[in-house]
Nanobody, 128 residues
Framework: QVQLAESGGGLVQAGGSLRLSCAASGRTFGSYAMGWFRQAPGKEREFVAA????????AYGDSVKGRFTISRDNAKNTLYLQMNSLNSEDTAAYYC?????????????????????WGQGTLVTVSS
């Protein structure tokens, strides 16, 4: 099973940008479709973005379309989330997720029940 570790969270002003990373180890990173979820205090976990095994196909949650970009580097076993135009509603713990999948397909949206491995989360706080 793949192990995941997020980094890159922190405090940022509204309108600013932040890039999250997720380092993967264990089973072959390229066998997994990957995704990002987030969970704000008192709210349910929310789908943010997903990317296929090759990286050619992506999907986004409605609240982040046009502002966030998911990408991956299979040579480095790393997943990224570039977040631009951040606002206070983006404040949450962000979680990296891996889904073992046999084709170059991206679940849209990726659902928590489809996830085979989770990272421990990284906190993003947007100040207004």
């Amino acid at each position: 099973q793949v192990q995941l570790a997020e980094s890159g969270g922190g405090l940022v002003q509204a309108g600013g940008s932040l890039r999250l990373s997720c380092a993967a180890s264990g089973r072959t990173f390229g066998s997994y479709a990957m995704g990002w979820f987030r969970q704000a205090p008192g709210k349910e976990r929310e789908f943010v973005a997903a990317i296929s095994r090759s990286g050619y196909r992506t999907a986004y949650g409605d609240s982040v379309k046009g502002r966030f970009t998911i990408s991956r580097d299979n040579a480095k076993n790393t997943l990224y989330l570039q977040m631009n135009s951040l606002n206070s509603e983006d404040t949450a713990a962000y979680y990296c997720a891996a889904t073992l999948i046999i084709s170059d397909y991206v679940p849209a949206p990726l659902r928590s029940a489809q996830v085979d491995a989770w990272g421990q989360g990284t906190l993003v706080t947007v100040s207004s």
